[in-house]
C-alpha cells in the first residue's frame, strides 16, 4: 500500500513570497490534516478535511494560509505572503475515518525555508 | 495543551528492553493513548494505540495503568534503527492529536 505522497520535499523562498505544498493521502482514506512543526517542537495541527470539507481550522492563520480538497484527494496548502517564522515542516496525513480508533499516516514533509 | 508528560530524553542499550514512560493524569474516559515516532528528517510514524486494555504488535507493547493516568511503550529488544522522538499523545475530543515535544530515545551500541 503506497503512503501519504507529498512534494516538494525541499522549498528555499523569500520572505513575502508565496509557495505551495502538494499531499496525495492513502487511497480510500477520508480524513487528511496539514501539520506545522518547527525545529526541535512537535507537529501542530493547521487543519482537518474530512472529504472536500473543513472540520478544524482553528489553528490556521488565515490572514496567510489557506488550503483546499476541492475532489475530496488532493490537497494544496499555500502560504501567501510567507514571513520568515513559517520556516519548519509541513506535514501531510491521512486517516481512514475520523474516529477516536483510526491511526493517523505521515508523508514525509516538505521542509521550508523562508529567507 | 499536549496533555502528557515524557521524560526529555532516554538513552537503551542495543538489545534491550526500551520503556518508554508517559503521564496523561487528566485523561477522560473516552480518550485514547496513541504512541509515534519520529526518526531525522522523516514524518512520524504510527507505533500503537490503546485505550484501557494493554496492546501489543510486531513493533511495540503499550501497557496503561488501571486508573489510566499513565502508559508505557515497550520496544522489547532495541535496535540502533529505534533511535527517534518518541510521542504519547491523547487523542482528545474532535479527533486531535497534540504533540508535545516527546521522549527522545538513544539506542546505544
Known amino acids: 500500500e503506497a503512503g501519504v505522497a507529498q512534494s516538494p520535499r525541499y522549498k528555499i523562498i523569500e520572505k513575502r513570497q508565496s509557495v505551495a505544498f502538494w499531499c496525495n493521502p492513502i487511497s480510500g482514506h477520508a480524513t487528511l490534516y496539514w501539520y506545522q512543526q518547527i525545529l526541535g517542537q512537535g507537529p501542530k495541527l493547521l487543519i482537518q478535511?474530512?472529504?472536500?470539507?473543513?472540520?478544524?481550522d482553528s489553528q490556521l492563520p488565515k490572514d496567510r494560509f489557506s488550503a483546499e480538497r476541492l475532489k475530496g484527494v488532493d490537497s494544496t496548502l499555500k502560504i501567501q505572503p510567507a514571513k520568515l517564522e513559517d520556516s519548519a515542516v509541513y506535514l501531510c496525513?491521512?486517516?481512514?475515518?475520523?474516529?477516536?480508533?483510526?491511526?493517523?499516516?505521515f508523508g514525509p514533509g516538505t521542509r521550508l525555508t523562508v529567507l | 495543551d499536549a496533555k502528557t508528560t515524557q521524560p526529555p530524553s532516554m538513552d537503551c542499550a542495543e538489545g534491550r528492553a526500551a520503556n518508554l514512560p508517559c503521564n496523561h493524569s487528566t485523561i477522560s474516559g473516552n480518550e485514547y493513548v496513541y504512541w509515534y515516532r519520529q526518526i531525522h528528517s522523516q514524518g512520524p510514524q504510527y507505533i500503537i494505540h490503546g485505550l484501557k486494555n494493554n496492546e501489543t504488535n510486531e513493533m511495540a507493547s503499550l501497557i496503561i495503568t488501571e486508573d489510566r493516568k499513565s502508559s508505557t511503550l515497550i520496544l522489547p529488544h532495541a535496535t540502533l534503527r529505534d533511535t527517534a522522538v518518541y510521542y504519547c499523545?491523547?487523542?482528545?475530543?474532535?479527533?486531535?492529536?497534540?504533540f508535545g515535544t516527546g521522549t527522545s530515545l538513544t539506542v546505544i551500541p
Open positions: 496525513a491521512s486517516s481512514l475515518e475520523a474516529s477516536p480508533t483510526s491511526a493517523q499516516y
Open positions: 478535511f474530512q472529504n472536500n470539507g473543513v472540520v478544524d
Open positions: 499523545i491523547v487523542r482528545v475530543a474532535g479527533n486531535q492529536f497534540y
